[in-house]
């Protein structure tokens, strides 16, 4: 009897811990050095976690450059750690092994996943590219850079001006093209050769240069699940783009803008509706799974809340992926929750040339996301912006800003 009882006692402890290490699992909090791997390349993520309050869950970052972008809470789910990016319908999934994370990178559409990349994590290691510092012979790749991107498929190109600063062997910057920028790019140089990523949850950059005697970078961009390019970069402090205002622009005969679409519960709101009333107003073309429409809204939303007494008023128009409210209304509740966005932001239509040009037919074409419109008191087109310089690109956000506050200063002081 009592060896019956000792090999119950000993089968309930086996089962105890086995269920207490499936539960249980933890994960260091701090800092890890994680890879995304396409195509021989690897592509270097800083991502910085912490355990929550609750003791289960975790806040997780990724760290590029000047920036710390708050991804999702993660948990683990049948022993396998979950970092979900909801926004950007994408995951990464992991096990869990000491100071090793293995996994994957997912882009999902629903619950179908729709490409995916190898993930790998170290804990403790905080460096990008090179465990060490070059200190000796560096080139320097600091200022401004005419720049032609090549799809090698398609052979399209794309103009660019690229900013950059470098201090030591570390560089930051961007590149700024028509119809946005690549955001917080970070990496080094070493030897010859320029080495810079960025991960977003949606954008995942990796970009190599080549820096040539005369100072032209040559390289090649890595982007997400297949996306590649070439470029070639010349150093001009002239550079710029073309005008932003001059992109998109109404149509002959055409001054006003007007719709009705519904918000995230189903309730249509017109621009006639009496909160828009002798108002300027900003309309934000934009969608939940647009990084750069994240950064314009991360500047609009507490504008918005400093401003909004002044009499003006802003309407986000969300082009999703489905036109279907009960598809789209959870992503754009968490987009409005995650900014803290006070001002309404409506369903318009799906993110394709048919659906803008259908539910703003006043306008030549909406070449981007984000595209904004300026409209004064008199419902009157007054500017129309496309594209955003982010945060990311440093001195031209700086000037987007002063730019956006004087035009709406005007707006607001006209009678």
């Avoid at 690229?162 to 560089?171: L, M």
């Avoid at 550079?239 to 009705?260: I, N, Q, R, W």
């Avoid at 048919?354 to 904004?372: D, G, Q, R």
């Avoid at 409209?375 to 956006?404: L, M, N």
């Amino acid at each position: 009897m009592r060896a019956i009882k000792l090999i119950i006692a000993l089968f309930t402890t086996v089962g105890f811990l086995s269920c207490q290490s499936s539960s249980d699992k933890s994960l260091k909090p701090g800092t890890w050095r994680a890879t995304l791997t396409r195509d021989g390349q690897t592509l270097p993520v800083i991502l910085d976690i912490a355990k929550n309050p609750d003791g289960k869950t975790y806040t997780v970052y990724s760290v590029n450059a000047g920036e710390r972008l708050k991804m999702d809470t993660a948990y683990f789910n049948k022993d396998s750690l979950h970092i979900p990016m909801q926004l950007f319908d994408s995951e990464i999934t992991a096990a869990v092994d000491g100071d090793k994370l293995t996994g994957v990178y997912k882009r999902l559409d629903g619950e179908k996943i729709t490409g995916s990349l190898p993930f790998n994590a170290t804990f403790g290691a905080n460096y990008r590219f090179f465990k060490e510092e070059a200190v000796e012979g560096v080139k320097n790749v600091t200022g401004k850079y005419a720049t032609i991107f090549k799809n090698e498929v398609t052979k399209d190109s794309t103009e660019a001006v690229g900013s950059f600063t470098q201090k030591g062997s570390t560089v930051e910057g961007s590149f700024l093209t028509p119809t946005g920028d690549y955001r917080y790019l970070s990496g080094n140089v070493k030897g010859d050769s320029l080495y810079l990523s960025t991960f977003d949850g949606s954008n995942a950059y990796l970009i190599k240069a080549a820096i040539l005697k005369d100072g032209v970078l040559k390289g090649a961009m890595w982007s997400g699940i297949k996306g590649y390019k070439t470029f070639t970069s010349i150093l001009n402090e002239n550079a710029k783009l073309p005008d932003a205002t001059k992109l998109t622009y109404m149509k002959p005969g055409s001054e006003t803008v007007d719709f009705t679409f519904p918000d995230a519960d189903g309730k249509p709101l017109s621009l006639k509706d009496p909160r828009f009333k002798d108002k300027p107003v900003i309309i934000q073309i934009m969608g939940s799974w647009c990084p750069n429409c994240m950064d314009e809204t991360n500047f609009l939303a507490p504008w918005y809340k400093k401003n909004k007494e002044r009499g003006v008023e802003i309407v986000g128009l969300a082009f999703e992926h489905s036109d279907d409210l009960a598809v789209s209304a959870p992503k754009l509740k968490r987009m409005v929750s995650r900014f803290g966005i006070e001002y309404p932001v409506l369903l318009a239509g799906t993110n394709t040339n048919e659906a803008t040009a259908k539910a703003l037919p006043m306008l030549n074409k909406v070449m981007s996301y984000p595209t904004t419109i300026f409209i004064d008191k008199k419902g009157k087109v007054r500017e129309i912006h496309t594209g955003f310089s982010g945060p990311g690109t440093g001195k031209y956000y700086d000037e987007f800003v002063a730019d956006f506050n004087q035009l709406m200063d005007k707006l607001i002081s006209e009678k």
